[in-house]
């Protein structure tokens, strides 16, 4: 599966696009992925779906949205539970701003070898990844701050 944050929120699964409609869906997804590989808390997985207002007990909601996030995402084990919380298992490659940050990295090694074609190749891949505004539609005020 493959994942942009690049712009609007997508999901493919091979040449298959996997609508994520709720709202609180994509906040979810777009919250693990932004860490990838690493745990979210419960907590931070709560500021993020409701920010200010937040719920005084949000562990039985947040399990919910991702029993059904797990669900739209074929059933697969993607998204792993965590005794504080829970973590996404895809590769950095797999989403699309952690390829971004590869593809500077690569680029500032070109440089620093003083490779000007291998730069601007990877420069422009990078650039190519984007695809407007990122988070464009998640609804969250904590992951836009996150992300910026």
């Known amino acids: ?31 693990l992925l932004l860490r990838a590989g690493e745990l ?21 909601v947040v399990q919910t949205y991702v029993a059904r996030l797990r669900k739209l995402l074929g059933g697969t084990e993607l ?4 005794p504080e919380g829970y973590a996404i298992a895809v590769a950095p490659g797999d989403v699309d701003v952690h390829r971004f940050e590869m593809l500077l990295e690569q680029a500032r090694d070109a440089a620093g070898a003083e490779d000007r074609h291998a730069e601007a ?28």
């Open 40 to 60: 979210v808390t419960l907590d931070e997985l709560a500021e993020a779906i409701w920010g200010d207002a937040l719920r005084a007990d949000p562990r039985r």
């Open 121 to 148: 190749a990877m420069l422009r891949q990078a650039l190519a990844l984007w695809r407007g505004e990122p988070l464009v539609d998640v609804a969250s005020e904590l992951l836009h701050r996150d992300a910026g």
């Open 1 to 31: 599966m493959k994942f942009g944050l690049l712009g609007p929120l997508t999901v493919i699964d091979g040449d298959r696009r996997v609508p994520i409609q709720s709202a609180k869906h994509r906040i979810l997804l777009a919250a």
């Open 79 to 82: 998204i792993q539970s965590r």
